[in-house]
């Protein structure tokens, strides 16, 4: 089974919107973190956020913020007041502490943000 | 100077050559990684090393070898070249043993089998 899932191969979104890029997990751990990646259309692959498994808001780093609903074993990517530099791949990932920590990542979604 | 690098940053090179990429870091992390990405498939684990004599198989890891030469030190290597080999390699390194530690990234070797 997939540790992550991301079903949202590509996305688009207006200027100055808000979006949110989908990312489901499986884990039987108590203990784990969530992680989005940015990676440009120039490869690199740059960390946005995280949420711990325990933490009991959602996390947010400036226009980011993370609607993690544990339940649903949901952790889903708000962009708000979307730019065009935010046109790029997302990436969600996981690290749970029974696998030694071994982080899996989703396939990704491409975003696309229209002037 | 960035933390984690990568060389060759770009390689092109012939089916069945014999290829190594390498990757440092100066972040002083004990484990480090190596992943392929290919589109539509996200990153796949190839080896990763929790310390210089802890090598372990990821998910990819038939047609590749690794060495930990030190800490700082962790390359790939392709015995044998083949065309399906063809993809974005990167080094990543993470601090050991939190859920809370992100992972850091090389820049990516974009690498060509022919």
């Known amino acids: 089974a997939q540790k992550i899932t991301q079903t949202q191969p590509g996305m688009f979104v207006q200027e100055k919107e808000a979006v949110t890029l989908d990312c489901t997990y499986d884990?039987?751990?108590?203990?784990?973190?969530l992680f989005w990646y940015k990676q440009p259309s120039s490869g690199e692959m740059i960390f946005l956020i995280y949420?711990?498994?325990?933490?009991?808001q959602n996390a947010t780093e400036g226009r980011y913020s993370l609607n993690f609903q544990k339940a649903r074993k949901s952790a889903n990517l708000v962009i708000s007041a979307s730019q065009l530099g935010d046109s790029a791949m997302y990436f969600c990932?996981?690290?749970?502490?029974?696998?030694?920590?071994?982080?899996?990542f989703g396939t990704g979604t491409s975003l696309t943000v229209i002037p | 100077d960035a933390d984690v690098t990568q060389t060759p940053r770009n390689r092109i090179t012939k089916t069945g050559k014999r290829i190594m990429l390498e990757c440092s870091q100066t972040?002083?992390?004990?484990?480090m990684y190596w992943y392929r990405q290919d589109p539509g498939l996200g990153l796949r684990l190839i080896y990763y090393s929790f310390d210089v004599k802890d090598i372990n198989k990821g998910e990819i890891s038939d047609g590749y070898s690794v060495s930990r030469q030190a800490q700082a030190k962790f390359s790939l290597s392709l015995e044998s070249a083949i065309p399906n080999q063809t993809a974005l390699y990167f080094c990543?390194?993470?601090?050991?043993?939190?859920?809370?530690?992100?992972?850091?990234f090389g820049p990516g070797t974009r690498l060509t089998v022919l």
């Open positions: 949420q711990g498994s325990y933490d009991q």
């Open positions: 884990t039987s751990d108590p203990s784990y973190g």
């Open positions: 990932a996981m690290r749970e502490r029974n696998t030694g920590n071994q982080f899996y």
């Open positions: 972040k002083g992390h004990d484990r």
């Open positions: 990543a390194t993470s601090d050991a043993g939190r859920t809370t530690d992100t992972q850091y």
